[in-house]
């Protein structure tokens, strides 16, 4: 008698064999070996990047030289405006004998009020500049200021008394020699009453003002320093 086995139906040759693991292709390995070179190459620049943030200087977007240029606009910048009216009585001598026997009745005197202005400003050529790109600070030092123009005009001369001595008459140079002493003498009460401080301080306002308009200074602080 012939047995006939029932079992299962023989598998078939395509059929997956139980447990079987599956092999990864050499193509993919390859692939992500390429990955994870990358993403460690990306790490160690990123590392550096971050070591190097706090000592490396970025471009600034503001420098000296473009701070400079818009200072150029203004020569000299007058701030203050010292008017002033005085009045001095002058006493010349008179003429002499042989140069030392004063000879009476020639020494001449007058009496004049006059009206001045001296105007301060600073040098902006003197004008320091200094830009910190990375603390992000404008430093400004205002030099001292100084006269820009000191006038005695003629109109502003009014004689209100004069005496001429005999063959000794008021002269042009009288005159102007005058005038010079007469603004030497404003000059000193100027510095008493702190005009050039004052043109200084004004000069370092209408520079901050110009200056904070610079376009990319909004990014920056401004900081004024004052010369002594």
């Known amino acids: 008698m012939d047995i006939k086995h029932t079992g ?58 473009m701070l400079r240029e818009q200072l150029e606009y203004v020569k000299d910048l007058v701030t203050v405006e010292y008017h002033y009216t005085d009045a001095e009585k002058q006493e010349l001598e008179g003429k002499k004998l042989f140069d030392f026997i004063p000879l009476p009745f020639t020494k001449k005197i007058f009496i004049i009020s006059y009206d001045g202005v001296i105007k301060y400003g600073v040098d902006v050529s003197q004008v320091g500049l200094t830009v910190n790109g990375i603390s992000k600070i404008v430093t400004v030092e205002i030099p001292r200021a100084k006269i820009i123009s000191h006038e005695i005009p003629e109109e502003g001369f009014r004689v209100l008394y004069e005496s001429n001595g005999l063959f000794n008459k008021i002269s042009i140079d009288d005159v102007t020699n005058f005038r010079i002493v007469q603004k030497d003498k404003m000059e000193d009460r100027a510095d008493e009453l702190e005009m050039p401080r004052k043109a200084q301080e004004q000069s370092g306002e209408a520079i901050f003002a110009l200056l904070k308009a610079v376009p990319g200074m909004e990014e920056y602080a401004l900081e004024v320093e004052y010369a002594q």
Do not use: C, N, Q, Y
Request: proline letters at 9%; glycine letters at 6%.
């Open 8 to 65: 299962g139906a023989e598998r078939g040759a395509d059929a997956p064999k139980a447990h079987e693991i599956p092999v990864e292709k050499p193509r993919s390995r390859m692939f992500h070996g390429f990955l994870l070179v990358v993403a460690i190459l990306i790490a160690v620049i990123a590392a550096a990047i971050a070591s190097r943030a706090d000592t490396v200087e970025p471009s600034p977007g503001i420098t000296s030289e």
